[in-house]
């Protein structure tokens, strides 16, 4: 069973950069595209981006293009999102997701999700 943990969230300046992990603990990591999401407070989940099982391919959110990178390292059961340029709208809790379909921005096509990490932007 895929057990996904989120860590490296917290506060930051606008302009600053932060590194969010999400580790797997269960199941065959390489076996699964992992995707990034946020949910801003009264706000739905947006995507972040998503990455190949091998690391080849990754798509991001227009939002974020420029500024984040997703990468993974399967022989650590982790994937990463380095975020760069950081903005007051980009404060949001984070979460790291796993599916066995393709790749996709789509949140409903991921099976497996984390509890989230808080970034705070601030201006």
Same mark, same amino acid.
Do not use: H
């Given at each position: 069973?895929?057990?996904?943990?989120?860590?490296?969230?917290?506060?930051?300046?606008?302009?600053?950069?932060?590194?969010?992990?999400?580790?797997?603990?269960?199941?065959?990591?390489?076996?699964?595209?992992?995707?990034?999401?946020?949910?801003?407070? &009264?706000?739905?989940? /947006? =995507?972040?981006?998503?990455?190949?099982? %091998?690391?080849?391919?990754? !798509?991001?959110?227009? $939002?974020?293009?420029?500024?984040?990178?997703?990468?993974?390292?399967?022989?650590?059961?982790?994937?990463?999102?380095?975020?760069?340029?950081?903005?007051?709208?980009?404060?949001?809790?984070?979460?790291?997701?796993?599916?066995?379909? &393709?790749?996709?921005? /789509? =949140?409903?096509?991921?099976?497996?999700? %984390?509890?989230?990490?808080? !970034?705070?932007?601030? $201006?």
């Amino acid at each position: 069973q895929v057990q996904l943990v989120e860590s490296g969230g917290g506060l930051v300046q606008a302009g600053g950069s932060l590194r969010l992990s999400c580790t797997n603990s269960g199941g065959t990591f390489g076996n699964y595209r992992m995707g990034w999401f946020r949910q801003a407070p &009264g706000k739905e989940r /947006d =995507a972040v981006a998503a990455i190949s099982r %091998g690391g080849v391919n990754s !798509v991001y959110a227009d $939002s974020v293009k420029g500024r984040f990178t997703i990468s993974r390292d399967n022989a650590k059961n982790t994937v990463y999102l380095q975020m760069n340029s950081l903005k007051p709208e980009d404060t949001a809790v984070y979460y790291c997701a796993a599916t066995r379909g &393709g790749l996709s921005l /789509d =949140a409903y096509t991921y099976d497996y999700w %984390g509890q989230g990490t808080q !970034v705070t932007v601030s $201006s």
